[in-house]
Each structure stands twice: as structure tokens, then as C-alpha cells.
């Protein structure tokens, strides 16, 4: 089993949709959760990163830590054609600790 | 916000030769960065933790004398491929951690081909 998983897509939704994206993980001692952004050949641009269970809202981005079910979600409210990227699930266990990263989710939005 | 500065973008090499990318942090100092690998379809796969002034630390499977890395300054970290090969050819990103509130920023990754 993969420490952290996330399904690769591609994910496709018309314009001003809302969406959803996921990541489930196995290992009890992650506790910082961060989603990157990733266009074709470039590197990930951090989103949103959060520290321990909850929501954190950062204009259309709102991002969600469950704990207890190791499930973390990222939401996009009125989705633009620019969000179509390969969306990164990433955790650690803090400070300089070594990173996991899902595989990504490819995400195409329609105008 | 917290720049990552790397270069170059694109390279191509001949099989044998050593290509050196730069990863600077442009206006905060970091004590350690990270290089990363990605293959198509894969998830970022970390190669080694660079100290200022220290020896790297490499992930189990990558060939320390392969890929040089030194951080000799707070603002510069440099990934050395040496005698690269065909199976070299990747996309290689470096990153930095900005502190316990603000995760961690990436470079704009360097995309290494080998003929």
C-alpha cells in the first residue's frame, strides 16, 4: 500500500463547477498537508497548507483535513479554464521532515 | 512571496558529459533544500536533502556519486549530473522550506534530455 493516494484522472468539468479533489493516506504521523498546483513542465506552486485536522479557506480554494479517516480534500469553487493543471496532494510529519507526494490528479475544466 | 530561482529550464547533453543546475532562493536564506526527480505519470520522487555546508543526504537508491550536490551559500544549492546517460534524462526540480507556517516552495524545474 502506498503511503499516499490519489487518483490520477483525468478529472473533466465544465466551467464554474465545483471540484473536488482527494487524497487518502496511511501514516498516523502526518500532521502538515499541502496541495500544489503543477502546469505542464513547471514546478508545483503551493495552494494551501494546512496543519491538522479542519478547513481552511483561501479565496475559491477551501482545504480539508480529516484525521481520524486520513482523508484530505481540496475543493475549487467556480472553476476556471486557467485551474486545468495536475493537482498535488503533499504531507509530512513537520518542520524539515521528508515530503510525500500522491501522483497527482489531472484536471481539465471545459469552457 | 518566497522565490525559488532555477536554472536552466531546458538542457540537452551528450551522453558522457555532466550538466550542473542551479537552485537559488532569492529573498530568504535557506539552510536546506530539496532535489526531486519526476518521470511522466509519476509522483514527485525525492533524490537528496542539501545542507549549507554540509554533505547531502541521499534517499536510498540514488547514486551519490552521480548526482553532486553542494549548497556552499544560504542562497545557492547546485545538482551536478555527471557522466549523464540517456536514462538520466528527467525533469528535476529543487525546492525549499520556508518555515512550520508556510510549507514548502519549488523552483520552476530544469528538464534534462540526454542524446
Known amino acids: 500500500q502506498k503511503e499516499v493516494e490519489q487518483d490520477p484522472g483525468p478529472l473533466s468539468v465544465p466551467e464554474g463547477a465545483i471540484v473536488s479533489l482527494n487524497c487518502t493516506y496511511s501514516?498516523?504521523?502526518?500532521?502538515?498537508f499541502m496541495w500544489y498546483r503543477q502546469y505542464s513542465r513547471k514546478g508545483p506552486e503551493l495552494l494551501m497548507y494546512t496543519y491538522s485536522s479542519g478547513n481552511k479557506e483561501d479565496g475559491r480554494f477551501t482545504a480539508q483535513v480529516d484525521k481520524s479517516s486520513k482523508y484530505i480534500s481540496l475543493f475549487i469553487r467556480d472553476s476556471q479554464p486557467s485551474d486545468s493543471a495536475t493537482y498535488l496532494c503533499?504531507?509530512?510529519?513537520?518542520?524539515?521532515?521528508?515530503?510525500?507526494f500522491g501522483i497527482g490528479t489531472k484536471l481539465q475544466v471545459i469552457p | 512571496g518566497a522565490v525559488v530561482s532555477q536554472h536552466p529550464s531546458r538542457v540537452i547533453c551528450k551522453s558522457g558529459t555532466s550538466v550542473k543546475i542551479e537552485c537559488r532562493s532569492l529573498?530568504?536564506?535557506?539552510?536546506?533544500m530539496f532535489w526531486y526527480r519526476q518521470f511522466p505519470k509519476k509522483s514527485l520522487m525525492l533524490m537528496a536533502t542539501?545542507?549549507?555546508?554540509?554533505?547531502?543526504?541521499?534517499e536510498q537508491g540514488v547514486e551519490k556519486d552521480k548526482f553532486l550536490i553542494n549548497h556552499a551559500s544560504l542562497t545557492l544549492s547546485t545538482l551536478t549530473v555527471t557522466s549523464a546517460h540517456p536514462e538520466d534524462s528527467s525533469f528535476y526540480i529543487c525546492?525549499?522550506?520556508?518555515?512550520?507556517?508556510?510549507?514548502?516552495?519549488f523552483g520552476s524545474g530544469t528538464r534534462l534530455t540526454v542524446v
Open positions: 525546492s525549499a522550506h520556508l518555515g512550520d507556517n508556510y510549507g514548502y516552495t
Open positions: 529573498d530568504f536564506q535557506a539552510t536546506t
Open positions: 503533499a504531507m509530512n510529519s513537520g518542520g524539515y521532515q521528508k515530503v510525500t
Open positions: 542539501s545542507n549549507e555546508g554540509s554533505k547531502a543526504t541521499y
Open positions: 501514516n498516523s504521523a502526518f500532521q502538515y
